[in-house]
């Protein structure tokens, strides 16, 4: 069985880094209020845009992402959020409380559909498609020491936390 948890040190050097910064920063202009969907708005106060799998940058940090998989999970990844990855901000007093990164997304839609006794009925029919996010992904790109709190922490299934990841 595949670790819930994995952690990978990239060691990217200083200035790729800075690089994917600056790109990145190109997106700020698209930045908007992040939310969850179901969640009171207190979970998370951050501002996020997304990046499309087109752009080099997500083809850059998909390497990482398909490396970890691959070695840990070997999950079938199609459509990860739409094609895109979600470049987020956190500026001082922003947060993202404990939640958990899971779900299934169906796009369901009520439909009438013919009955088998000619008649019509109301049926809840596949629009697109399911989506479970299976895999979670986060790059660090600011310096630890550029700030205090904001640290990424998990608590697995056997509610163990494991921090200073």
Request: hydrophobic fraction near 30%; charged fraction near 20%; aromatic fraction near 14%.
């Amino acid at each position: 069985m595949a670790d819930q948890i994995v952690y990978y040190q990239t060691n990217l050097p200083k200035d790729i880094t800075e690089l994917i910064c600056t790109h990145c920063s190109t997106y700020d202009d698209r930045l908007e209020k992040s939310g969850i969907l179901g969640q009171v708005e207190t979970t998370r106060n951050s501002l996020h845009a997304w990046i499309p799998h087109s752009d080099w940058i997500a083809s850059f940090i998909w390497y990482y992402i398909d490396n970890v998989n691959r070695v840990n999970y070997k999950y079938d990844l199609t459509c990860l959020d739409s094609n895109s990855l979600q470049y987020t901000v956190y500026n001082q007093g922003q947060y993202y409380h404990w939640h958990i990164d899971a779900g299934l997304d169906t796009l369901y839609a009520d439909k009438k559909v013919v009955a088998y006794n000619h008649g019509y009925a109301t049926d809840m029919m596949m629009s697109a498609a399911d989506h479970t996010r299976k895999l979670s992904f986060s790059l660090q790109l600011s310096s630890p020491e550029d700030y205090t709190g904001g640290e990424l922490q998990f608590i697995d299934d056997n509610d163990r936390l494991h921090r200073d990841i």
